[in-house]
């Protein structure tokens, strides 16, 4: 064996062995590691206690109470010096000339100068008071002996003994005397105890007054949440707001800004303000900052609403409890009250709650109506739910079409006299040739003797936009959709638009995503009530409810696609608008579609009984992968449960119970396609039927269902 040999005498621990195959190998132990500096590990351990929260809090303690004892002795110095001086009067003199009001400028001029004439004479008067002081002195001095003696002569007749005459001088010189003994006693105790007894009075003054920097303040104060709103917090956030002229005027003012306040009101589930804002500062820079004086107010953006009052300068700030607006609203008095009616002309619909927590009523009387936003915000459901009520008016007639055809007012059916579903230019083409029809109408109801009324009728369209992009054109050559005069659909709502509400002929419309194309300029300033949900620009907002609302502070496109649906942005004299205002915010009621079944039910219970026409003749052969190919749209692909529902929407005589998953398969797998697997469900993909089509057509074989 062969290896290296290590002397007993200066290694006495065993070597370490590593066994190589026949031959063993001693390998020395490695040298220990050098020891960690003394200064290393101080600063090591000194590291862990800064950075442990204990010691921080610790910390942030001690600064507070400190700071709050300078902090007090700061105010307690500016009010004893505003108290001797007319500094005070100052400051609301630059207030007023910064807000441009002159006379109370001038008003508190005056009492200023009053102040100077008070304090002047009262330094006047010092300089004969120690004379008069001394008079008066000497005075009362011999005055209270003189007293003292006629006492003292009384008792000692009273007492036949002359010595009562020095009594009542003794007493008086005995309690003097005690006087100055308890002040012995006490001035001591006192000259020790006192200063301890003025800090904590300075300590008092400055935790009411939080006069620490924020990070020492506790960690409910330094976060702000659920912070309540005063009248320092709201002109704080002001002056913070990057507005220069609003920063160097409130600086100016001799109150602080608070000049600028009106008194703070509950509105609901916050509170609301206005602020007249100074000489120089616009109401739109302040508009324009609402997220960075959200922050300032400690809340999120979607909890601060601006808005324009009628006065001057003004703007009206509604600053919602903190996480109040992510609670759900109640649900709708459709729901609840089961034995609730409607009045087309006297009364207004129960749509939801506005921002102070009151019922939102609006009135549909004689008023076209426009509601638009972002895909799946709560627009169809916002409008249904007006229709849901309004059909619980049984002299309102409904013609209806619902160009997303996924069932949403399959409800419907027996209540409306036209119900078309689908998004097809089929169905466009129904519904063109639907409102056409209620033009006929609204002629014959003009041309009837003055005086007739005539009954409720509302053409309501969902979905609008897609026969406004309708690329069909017919037979006499005019297109369907579109903006121009030849446009079919956009010229028979501008008839309505122009005519209808003087005979009650009312156009509802429900779009998605409005721009000029799919949503024409005549057509939006048409409708009386406008109202929008999440939008994602200005110019958006602008398009869904006019230049005067989102002027006075109406901003749809703030709204948080998602979080917020169900809240719309509404503009119309037929809801309760806080004066000056141009449009109110409604959380509106969710109602569900097995809800809205009940209601309808209702409603139908009301009536006679209405035949429900359709897109199609019911009588009519239905090609059924014709149908297939045109529920898709313009999809690529649906689920196999999608397809049977809108065919169902389509057709449900044709496509009704009798249809399912196995009965649509057998129907593709007749053409050579059948429905596959994606994702773990089962799908129909637009190609494949297109092309089961076009091969069925080509080989001139036909399959109807019915």
Known sequence: MSGNVV???????????????PNLTVVPDPAPAAPVPLWVRSGRAVRRIVIDERTREAGRVAVRHSMYVVGGTRIMARRTWDGRTGSRYERMLRAAEAAGNYEVAQEWEERLQRFREARHRRRMDLLHSPL?????????TGMGMGGLVALGIVMAIHNSDVKDVITPLAATIDFIALLIRIVQIVWGPAL??????????????????????????????????GEPITPSIVVKALRDLGVPALRNAIKEMGDAGAAMLGPIRIAGCGVEVDVTLPSGVATNEVQNKRRKLAENLTRHEHEVFITIPEAARTVRLWIADSGALDEPIGPSPLVTDETMTADYAKGRA???????GDAAALSLYQRHLLITGLSNQGKTVALRSLALWLALDKSVQFLMGDLKGVGDWAMFDGLASTLIQGPTDEHVIAVTEMVEGAVEEMNRRIQAPPGTTFPPLIVMVDEAQVAFMCPAVGDDKRPYGG??????????VRKIHNQGRAVNVLMWQGTQDPTNENLPKLVREGAHTRASLALGTEQQARMALGDKAVDGGAAPNLLRPGLDR??????SDGIAIPQGQSSITVRTHYIDDDAAKAITERAKALRDGITTLHAIDRGEQRDALADIADVFGDAPRLRTNEVLKRLHALDPKVYGDQWTNDRLKRELEEHG??????????????????????????????????
């Open 483 to 492: 903006s121009k005069s030849k446009s079919r659909y956009f010229m028979a």
């Open 566 to 571: 169900g809240t719309l942005v509404v503009a």
């Open 132 to 140: 008069d002081a001394a008079k008066g002195a000497a005075v009362g």
């Open 673 to 706: 396609e059948e429905p596959k697997k994606s994702h773990g469900v089962m799908v129909v993909h637009r190609d494949h039927v297109l092309r089961a089509l076009a091969n069925r057509d080509g080989d001139g074989s036909a399959s109807t269902a019915g």
């Open 192 to 225: 020790t105890i006192g200063p301890f007894l003025a800090l904590l009075a300075l300590w008092s003054v400055g935790r009411k007054q939080q006069a620490a920097p924020n990070w020492a303040l506790p960690a409910t104060v330094r976060s702000g949440e």
């Open 7 to 21: 002397p007993l005498h200066k290694n006495p621990d065993p070597p370490t062995t590593t066994d190589t195959g």
């Open 350 to 356: 129960p749509w939801g709650q506005d921002l102070r």
